[in-house]
């Protein structure tokens, strides 16, 4: 079993930053895939940025590409995403997932194991 607890949401205007904390605990073999995925309301579950541990493989949404960074501390088995440049069009809940079974990373169907969320609200 693994426990994915996100932090870092928060209430920021257009322009500004935030970063995004996953705290995993439990069976973390299951970490070697991670990924951040978003909700807004009245849409769907969208994958944002996606990291292979021990690697140097990420991949982005093309909404988030060149403002968003996903990254990975190992040692404290924590997963981060840096978000520069935030848009009004960011604002969702954003989770944490991990346990990938393969095909396209961006499906949420693909994940098993996903934390509670955090609110991410951005205004113009």
């Known amino acids: 079993q693994v426990q994915l607890v996100e932090s870092g949401g928060g209430s920021v205007q257009a322009g500004g930053s935030l970063r995004l904390s996953c705290a995993g605990f439990?069976?973390?073999?299951?970490?070697?895939?991670m990924a951040w995925f978003r909700q807004a309301p009245g849409k769907e579950r969208e994958g944002v940025a996606h990291?292979?541990?021990?690697?140097?493989?990420?991949a982005y949404a093309d909404s988030v590409k060149g403002r968003f960074t996903i990254s990975r501390d190992n040692a404290k088995n924590a997963l981060y995403l840096q978000m520069n440049v935030l848009k009004p069009e960011d604002t969702a809940m954003y989770y944490c997932?991990?346990?990938?079974?393969?095909?396209?990373?961006?499906?949420?169907?693909?994940?098993?194991?996903w934390g509670q969320g955090t609110q991410v609200t951005v205004s113009s």
């Open positions: 990291l292979i541990t021990r690697s140097t493989y990420t």
């Open positions: 997932v991990a346990d990938f079974s393969g095909g396209r990373w961006s499906d949420p169907g693909r994940w098993r194991y």
């Open positions: 439990g069976d973390t073999s299951s970490n070697y895939y």
